[in-house]
């Protein structure tokens, strides 16, 4: 399965935007990359997919290099409320016929701080 | 829609004792996944079903854990006998192949065995 590789923790000033990278130097063509966050205990709640093309939608933005082997996760206006686990995943086995597995690593604790 | 259900919140058991965990997906998702959440080991897949047929058990860590889905509607996760290493996070989810966005996570039942 594609792993991914990400830095344990990083921080952020309230207000200011939250990159958070992502290595998946594995990735197979056909595999989406996936971003979820986990806040405190709670489940791990989707943020944002995409496969080749740069993404956008209400919560992040996800860039994606063009050989597909890393992304960044952009929150434009981080606020305290962000404070969370962020896992970056590849969707393994994903297809019309079959819904993939998520496989978690350890993630990005990212602090949002006043 | 509720989203997915998990019962109970919490639960205190002691050394030896059969404990079971519930789960009800979201209607019209075929797929169901059961996680493990541990400070050590972070979010383990242990087993998935798609149509109430169990498809991948192998994160299963032993035989005294045991999964089962009767319907569409409902699933149960055994711990017989527990044991206190068996203290986790337990994280129900489903999915079908046509959402896009991944799974849809419960909140959790977290266990404590004493």
């Known amino acids: 399965d594609a792993k991914t590789t990400q830095p344990p923790s990083m921080d952020c000033a309230e207000g200011r935007a939250a990159n958070l990278p992502c290595n998946h130097s594995t990735i197979s063509g056909n595999e989406y990359v996936y971003w979820y966050r986990q806040i405190h205990s709670q489940g791990p709640q989707y943020i944002i997919h995409g496969l080749k093309n740069n993404e956008t939608n209400e919560m992040a933005s996800l860039i994606i290099t063009e050989d597909r082997k890393s992304s960044t996760l952009i929150l434009p206006h981080a606020t305290l409320r962000d404070t969370a686990v962020y896992y970056c995943?590849?969707?393994?086995?994903?297809?019309?016929?079959?819904?993939?597995?998520?496989?978690f690593g350890q993630g990005t604790t990212l602090q949002v701080k006043p | 829609d509720a989203g997915v259900i998990q019962s109970p919140r919490h639960e205190v058991t002691e050394m030896g004792q059969e404990v079971t965990l519930r789960c009800k997906p979201i209607?019209?998702?075929?797929?169901l996944f059961w996680y493990r959440q541990t400070m050590m080991r972070g979010l383990e897949l242990l087993i998935y079903?798609?149509?109430?047929?169990?498809?991948?058990d192998s994160g299963m860590p032993e035989d005294r854990f045991s999964a089962k889905m009767p319907n569409a509607s409902f699933s149960t996760l055994k711990i017989q006998p527990s044991e206190p290493r068996d203290s986790a996070v337990y994280f129900c989810?489903?999915?079908?192949?046509?959402?896009?966005?991944?799974?849809?996570f419960g909140s959790g039942t977290r266990l404590t065995v004493v």
């Open positions: 079903f798609n149509n109430n047929v169990p498809i991948d």
């Open positions: 209607s019209g998702h075929d797929y």
């Open positions: 995943i590849v969707r393994v086995g994903y297809s019309s016929s079959n819904t993939g597995k998520l496989i």
């Open positions: 989810a489903s999915s079908s192949n046509r959402e896009i966005r991944g799974y849809t």
